[in-house]
């Protein structure tokens, strides 16, 4: 497997620490779109680009359709985040985000559990 380059590594602590940032304010039990709105606040607050609710292309059988895919959260064109507010991580959402980055080309993303105790139990990051 191929190291994280310099960019990747200090998205992968942004995007680590604007989800601890959220947690530790708002804490659990809301809803995915509270959590989206205020992750993506704090990666505003950093100046990370990021674009939200993506909607990705599918080709299949050689014909593009529109429909099909939608990312919560791309950031900097480089990773995905998944955000989720679940009781517990089912292993269906891990498929999800590989599926994702298989589909998109991309090679790095989160699956983020706000619905946890320590936020540290929900972060899942997921690279092929």
Do not use: W
Not at 4 to 22: F, H, M, N
Not at 95 to 116: C, M
């Amino acid at each position: 497997m191929t190291p994280l380059s310099v960019k990747e590594e200090q998205l992968v602590k942004s995007i680590v620490d604007s989800a601890y940032t959220v947690h530790k304010v708002l804490g659990p039990g809301l809803l995915e779109s509270v959590y989206e709105a205020c992750f993506c606040h704090e990666l505003n607050k950093r100046s990370i680009p990021y674009r939200r609710q993506v909607k990705i292309p599918i080709i299949y059988d050689g014909v593009t359709l529109k429909e099909g895919l939608r990312l919560d959260i791309l950031v900097e064109d480089v990773i995905i985040s998944e955000l989720k507010s679940v009781e517990s991580l089912n292993p269906i959402f891990v498929a999800q985000i590989l599926s994702q980055l298989k589909l998109t080309g991309k090679r790095l993303g989160f699956l983020i559990n706000f619905n946890v105790t320590t936020i540290k139990e929900g972060i899942r990051r997921v690279i092929l």
